[in-house]
């Protein structure tokens, strides 16, 4: 049997946040759990979860799962650290967001200048999108090379 590889398990929780949703702004608060393992492991052992909170508008709050069955784009970042861009397709529950969603692009940022942290998430579902255009900050137990 072959050795699983999971190269970044990474979380922030319960944090306020800057948001975007169907191009207005809005706020809230955020959860994001994810495990990134190599294309060796079975699709189970990677997944990305996202938990958000709106302030504004509850019927804008949503719980995203997904099971990432491709693997990261790697890629070094300026003044040191390593970024990991990922997309998946999921699950969403919510009001204004449910059934089947695209997780177009969230980046992991490891070591860099600003330390470890989530960026740049936009997510789709039901004609309607969320974006965090900024990063958040995270706890991230890493095996990155």
């Given at each position: 049997m072959e050795s699983c590889d999971c190269r970044a398990a990474i979380s922030a929780t319960a944090v306020p946040v800057e948001t975007i949703i169907n191009r207005f702004p809005s706020s809230g608060t955020i959860t994001v759990s994810a495990r990134i393992c190599d294309v060796n492991c079975s699709a189970k052992n990677s997944y990305i979860s996202i938990l958000y909170g709106d302030h504004q508008n509850q019927n804008n709050s949503f719980v995203f799962k997904s099971v990432v069955s491709g693997l990261p784009t790697w890629e070094p970042v300026s003044g040191g650290g390593?970024?990991?861009?990922?997309?998946?397709?999921?699950?969403?529950?919510g009001v204004n967001f449910t059934d089947n969603a695209t997780l177009s692009n969230i980046h992991f940022l490891h070591e860099t200048m600003i330390g470890n942290a989530i960026c740049a998430i936009s997510l789709t579902a039901n004609g309607r999108t969320f974006e965090v255009p900024g990063c958040i900050f995270c706890i991230s137990e890493n095996n990155i090379n």
């Open positions: 390593i970024g990991m861009i990922v997309s998946a397709e999921g699950e969403v529950s």
